[in-house]
């Protein structure tokens, strides 16, 4: 089952304009735009709750998270680039670990499959990642 975190943010937003302090909100809003791929919006999330809760330990977790997926992902392009899909693969998939509805990394894992000829695993990750009509 798909986790819907566009839905999981609005709802936070929600929360958010009833009571502006409300750390939870930008905690759960930032691990829903972790998950997303969207890692500057995740990390000015989590900022915004770390202000509320200055010695949330949770949070600064969270944030090391947003920074590790964020390595992932430019050393998953920065191999593929240099012609290395199979270490490509690997960060992506480590960058997905954190991530999981990350666009951009699916897309780049991919490419990496295709540039090495794994076409089955290509269309596979394709077809569970995106949706086509």
Do not use: W
């Not at 915004?48 to 944030?63: M, V």
């Not at 695993?121 to 949706?131: H, K, L, M, P």
């Amino acid at each position: 089952m798909r986790k819907d975190y566009r839905l999981a943010i609005e709802d936070c937003r929600t929360a958010l304009r009833i009571d502006p302090q409300f750390a939870k909100g930008y905690q759960r809003a930032g691990k829903c735009f972790l998950s997303l791929g969207d890692f500057s919006e995740a990390k000015r999330q989590l900022k915004e709750a770390e202000k509320l809760e200055p010695h949330n330990k949770t949070l600064q977790q969270e944030l090391e998270s947003v920074r590790q997926a964020e390595y992932f992902l430019s050393a998953a392009q920065t191999a593929f680039a240099e012609k290395e899909p199979r270490r490509a693969v690997t960060n992506a998939e480590q960058g997905l670990k954190l991530a999981p509805a990350s666009q951009e990394l699916q897309i780049l894992l991919v490419k990496a499959h295709l540039a090495q000829k794994n076409y089955g695993e290509a269309t596979r990750i394709a077809r569970s990642a995106f949706v086509f009509s």
